[in-house]
């Protein structure tokens, strides 16, 4: 599991980790936190808390501007480091001959879009077909890891190779399906049997923190056992 720490709160984000790095190693700062901190806000849970990191910015620009980008953060050798596979061959390849120590993560079509959410902004093919196109496309350039719904797992990995990591958000226990802005999710254990490497998970886990660090501590735990059941 990679718990997605969105949070605008410093001491809170520490806290979240400290509460779960007993059965979590992983954890997603993304675009939120980065504006609030920086790179050395980035530095700082790195280096104070000993987990790797998810660095989540989404980066989304002509070639060289996200070259550049790539090339501000690649001393934080974050673990992965994502662009949008919308941005096209050109530009992951850009953002890969950047970083030299950071797996290049293709975002592919965001859980928060519909079928129809698609087809109103132009594009031709529904969200399967798309996420598999843009896997490809960006895999060929270097990715080497993929972002994609649950739902499009097994589709992606015939067309990527099999070193390529999945990581899937959109992931809800059965008892906590809905209520959000994901759209296209998938239980733990069903996300981890389609073929995926990775499950970023947030709300479930840290929606926990109100009723105090034991309470969240024992959800991480609870849903890194689920994956294996």
Request: charged share 20%.
């Amino acid at each position: 599991i990679i718990l997605a720490v969105d949070t605008s709160d410093f001491d809170t984000a520490r806290a979240w980790i400290d509460a779960t790095r007993d059965s979590i190693d992983i954890y997603k700062l993304g675009l939120e936190f980065f504006l609030a901190f920086g790179v050395q806000g980035i530095k700082s849970i790195s280096d104070e808390s000993g987990a790797s990191i998810f660095l989540d910015l989404k980066l989304h620009d002509i070639p060289n501007t996200v070259k550049k980008s790539v090339g501000v953060v690649d001393h934080l050798h974050p673990r992965f480091l994502t662009v949008h596979a919308s941005g096209g061959a050109a530009m992951v390849a850009a953002a890969v001959s950047a970083a030299t120590a950071t797996s290049i993560t293709a975002v592919t079509v965001l859980t928060s879009l519909s079928d129809d959410d698609l087809f109103d902004l132009g594009y031709a093919k529904p969200s399967l077909e798309t996420a598999v196109s843009m896997a490809r496309v960006a895999t060929q350039a270097g990715a080497t890891s993929i972002v994609c719904s649950p739902l499009e797992i097994e589709a992606i990995r015939a067309v990527i190779p099999q070193s390529a990591s999945i990581i899937t958000p959109g992931v809800r226990p059965s008892d906590e399906v809905g209520g959000d802005d994901q759209m296209r999710t998938m239980s733990p254990a069903q996300a981890m049997a389609a073929g995926a490497n990775f499950l970023v998970i947030g709300r479930p886990i840290t929606s926990r923190w109100s009723q105090g660090r034991a309470a969240m501590a024992t959800r991480a735990s609870q849903l890194v056992a689920s994956i294996h059941e």
